[in-house]
T-cell receptor, first 115, second 114 residues
Framework: AQSVAQPEDQVNVAEGNPLTVKCTYS??????LFWYVQYPNRGLQFLLK??????LVKGSYGFEAEFNKSQTSFHLKKPSALVSDSALYFC?????????????FGTGTRLLVSP | EAGVTQSPTHLIKTRGQQATLRCSPI?????VYWYQQALGLGLQFLLW???????NRGNFPPRFSGRQFPNYSSELNVNALELEDSALYLC?????????????FGPGTRLTVL
């Protein structure tokens, strides 16, 4: 069974500084990895995904994520944080070798960017 | 392009009643997924519909059910509501092209059970 761990409940960063939101995964087959962001009282917005190919994936709003197979990680990064980036971030995984489309989500990391 | 839409935005019911939540997928998407986001429990997979058929369900009791209509919209029904069913219910849709699909989420329906 697949699982995702987001070890930090909250990440605090000052505006203009780089940010990293951590994610590690466990899956028996090939991992398909996703990042979503949720603003208060809103649904999830898709940021980026890794299926195959280049380990560095670029997504929306200047975010990127690096797939590291040996460390089973898929950390979300942004070179310069904005106050408007403050939100709840979810990492999700799907087993690429099974026929089932279920996404398994981490518990979420709250990002707070201070002015 | 319109995104995934859900109705109603909020729903208040009492214990034992039934709730019906609706979802319209992005145009061209044939797969619809339902998730429950309860406080402290994260997002839990409920149901997956594709081409009108239920393809899989998560670890939820049978009183959680749904269907997908010929126009690919979907309905989630929760019978015999319990207090712990209070949550944000999120619907997502995808192209139905396989495991590389991206799921796009709607804004959710907040269900409160009193």
């Amino acid at each position: 069974a697949q699982s995702v761990a987001q070890p930090e409940d909250q990440v605090n960063v000052a505006e203009g500084n780089p940010l990293t939101v951590k994610c590690t995964y466990s899956v028996s087959g090939n991992p398909y990895l996703f990042w979503y962001v949720q603003y208060p009282n809103r649904g999830l917005q898709f940021l980026l995904k890794y299926i195959t190919g280049d380990n560095l994936v670029k997504g929306s709003y200047g975010f990127e994520a690096e797939f590291n197979k040996s460390q089973t990680s898929f950390h979300l990064k942004k070179p310069s944080a904005l106050v408007s980036d403050s939100a709840l971030y979810f990492c999700a995984v799907r087993d690429g070798d099974t026929g089932f489309q279920k996404l398994v989500f981490g518990t979420g990391t709250r990002l707070l960017v201070s002015p | 392009e319109a995104g995934v839409t859900q109705s109603p935005t909020h729903l208040i019911k009492t214990r034992g009643q039934q709730a019906t939540l609706r979802c319209s997928p992005i145009s061209g998407h044939t797969s619809v997924y339902w998730y429950q986001q309860a406080l402290g429990l994260g997002l839990q997979f409920l149901l997956w519909y594709d081409e009108g058929e239920e393809r899989n369900r998560g670890n939820f009791p049978p009183r959680f059910s749904g269907r997908q209509f010929p126009n690919y919209s979907s309905e989630l029904n929760v019978n015999a509501l319990e207090l712990e069913d209070s949550a944000l219910y999120l619907c997502a849709s995808s192209l139905g092209q396989g495991r590389t699909d991206t799921q796009y989420f709607g804004p959710g329906t907040r269900l409160t059970v009193l």
